[in-house]
Protein backbone atom coordinates (compact mmCIF):
# COMPACT_ATOMS: atom_id res chain seq x y z
CA UNK A 1 0.00 0.00 0.00
CA UNK A 2 1.26 3.65 -0.16
CA UNK A 3 2.35 5.36 2.52
CA UNK A 4 -0.30 8.38 3.34
CA UNK A 5 1.24 11.46 2.49
CA UNK A 6 -0.63 15.17 3.12
CA UNK A 7 -0.25 17.96 1.30
CA UNK A 8 1.37 21.24 2.21
CA UNK A 9 -2.15 22.49 2.61
CA UNK A 10 -3.39 19.73 4.95
CA UNK A 11 -0.19 19.93 6.90
CA UNK A 12 -0.69 23.51 7.61
CA UNK A 13 -4.73 22.75 8.75
CA UNK A 14 -3.39 19.39 10.94
CA UNK A 15 -0.17 20.65 12.99
CA UNK A 16 -1.95 23.88 14.66
CA UNK A 17 -4.88 21.05 15.50
CA UNK A 18 -2.45 18.98 16.99
CA UNK A 19 -0.56 20.86 18.65
CA UNK A 20 -3.74 22.57 20.01
CA UNK A 21 -4.76 18.71 21.41
CA UNK A 22 -1.26 17.92 22.49
CA UNK A 23 -1.28 21.45 25.02
CA UNK A 24 -4.69 21.27 25.96
CA UNK A 25 -4.98 17.36 26.55
CA UNK A 26 -1.45 16.49 27.62
CA UNK A 27 -0.94 20.54 29.25
CA UNK A 28 2.79 19.95 26.62
CA UNK A 29 3.87 22.44 24.34
CA UNK A 30 5.28 21.04 21.47
CA UNK A 31 6.88 22.72 18.24
CA UNK A 32 5.76 22.35 14.51
CA UNK A 33 8.65 19.69 13.88
CA UNK A 34 7.05 17.25 16.58
CA UNK A 35 3.53 17.86 15.90
CA UNK A 36 4.67 16.90 11.93
CA UNK A 37 6.23 13.87 13.39
CA UNK A 38 3.41 13.10 15.23
CA UNK A 39 1.24 13.27 12.21
CA UNK A 40 3.02 10.94 10.39
CA UNK A 41 3.80 8.26 12.91
CA UNK A 42 0.02 8.43 13.45
CA UNK A 43 -0.11 8.40 9.61
CA UNK A 44 1.57 5.27 9.15
CA UNK A 45 0.59 3.27 12.16
CA UNK A 46 -2.98 3.94 11.83
CA UNK A 47 -3.64 4.79 8.58
CA UNK A 48 -4.27 1.78 7.16
CA UNK A 49 -6.94 1.30 9.61
CA UNK A 50 -9.01 4.58 9.16
CA UNK A 51 -8.81 3.87 5.21
CA UNK A 52 -9.97 0.60 5.80
CA UNK A 53 -12.90 1.53 8.34
CA UNK A 54 -13.33 3.90 5.30
CA UNK A 55 -13.60 1.78 2.44
CA UNK A 56 -15.64 -0.31 4.95
CA UNK A 57 -18.55 1.85 4.96
CA UNK A 58 -18.51 2.87 1.58
CA UNK A 59 -19.01 -0.78 0.51
CA UNK A 60 -22.09 -1.26 3.53
CA UNK A 61 -23.23 2.21 1.97
CA UNK A 62 -22.79 1.25 -1.83
CA UNK A 63 -24.63 -1.85 -0.62
CA UNK A 64 -27.59 -0.42 0.60
CA UNK A 65 -28.68 1.67 -2.39
CA UNK A 66 -27.94 -1.24 -4.42
CA UNK A 67 -30.56 -2.94 -2.38
CA UNK A 68 -33.11 0.29 -2.81
CA UNK A 69 -32.47 0.65 -6.48
CA UNK A 70 -33.41 -3.00 -6.87
CA UNK A 71 -36.31 -2.88 -4.91
CA UNK A 72 -37.12 0.81 -6.93
CA UNK A 73 -36.88 -1.27 -9.95
CA UNK A 74 -39.06 -3.77 -9.10
CA UNK A 75 -41.84 -1.28 -8.55
CA UNK A 76 -41.38 -0.71 -11.70
CA UNK A 77 -42.17 -3.99 -12.95
CA UNK A 78 -45.68 -4.33 -15.41
CA UNK A 79 -48.17 -7.11 -14.30
CA UNK A 80 -50.16 -8.18 -16.78
Known amino acids: MKPIVF ?6 D ?9 RDELDTEIGDLQASMLMDFFAEKLGHA ?14 TKADEMAEALYTLERKP
Open 50 to 63: VYNRAVYDAQALIA
Open 14 to 22: FIPRIKAFV
Open 7 to 12: SKEEQR
